[in-house]
């Protein structure tokens, strides 16, 4: 195998490590902890999740910079989309 490469024990690694994020996320569902570190931690572990699928399994950590330059700056934008229009779901008083 080439050193980019990932080979099938790094994937059976991130897979469980997935595992492991998704028992924590469901563990602090059950959980009675305050609503705003309980979101706040499963935010934390969903985001951590979601840069492992997309570095190991979408492949996207053998890829050039470039790729990366450009797909972070409409991450953002998504962000800021939802953080602007997040003002719009709350029910009228």
């Known amino acids: 195998m080439s050193a ?3 080979t099938t024990t790094t994937f059976a ?3 469980v490590t997935l595992l492991v994020l998704t028992g924590a996320e469901v563990f602090l569902a059950y959980e009675q902890v305050p609503a705003v570190l309980m979101l ?3 935010l ?3 985001i951590v999740k979601a840069a ?6 979408m492949h996207l950590k053998f890829e050039r910079l470039s790729l ?15 953080l ?3 003002g719009d779901a709350r029910p009228p008083v």
């Open 4 to 6: 980019t490469a990932a």
């Open 13 to 15: 690694k991130v897979w």
């Open 40 to 42: 706040t931690a499963l």
């Open 44 to 46: 934390g572990l969903s």
């Open 52 to 57: 492992l699928i997309i570095a190991y399994f």
């Open 68 to 82: 990366f330059l450009t797909l972070f700056p409409m991450l953002v934008v998504c962000i800021l989309l939802m």
């Open 84 to 86: 602007f229009f997040l």
